[in-house]
């Protein structure tokens, strides 16, 4: 299994709540967001690392710093939700789309997974310990 959250220390971090909030990334409401965000997603990846997936070595996770206006699930590497992100508004939201592979022709699924498959590999670790 595999998770991959925003970074708590990366800079893009803010360029995403800017997209959220249709704000400037210097704006006052922008900037108050960040720290609150960051210690959620630090809550998230503490709380992750009690799991016992993870104490097992079957959960590997993995924070990446850039911005991107879409969440993503990826299961079983076969099949893809996809939620864009619209300037202005919640994830919650967001436009879905579902996308599963055809191994007959490229598709956006191809796509989405490219890009997934390429933060993943510049994604950092997360050491374990707290």
Known sequence: DVYKRQ???AGALIQQIAHQKALDTND???IEEVE???ERIRSSIKMLKTLEIYKEGKLEIRVYDEFIPWWMYVLDEEEVFLGI???GKSGLDSPLLII????KHTTLFDAFMST?????????IVKNGP
Do not use: G, T, Y
């Open 7 to 9: 970074d708590p220390e």
């Open 28 to 30: 006052p409401q922008v």
């Open 36 to 38: 609150p965000i960051k």
């Open 85 to 87: 992100l619209p300037k």
């Open 100 to 103: 599963k592979e055809n191994k």
């Open 116 to 124: 997934w498959d390429r933060m993943w590999r510049e994604a950092k």
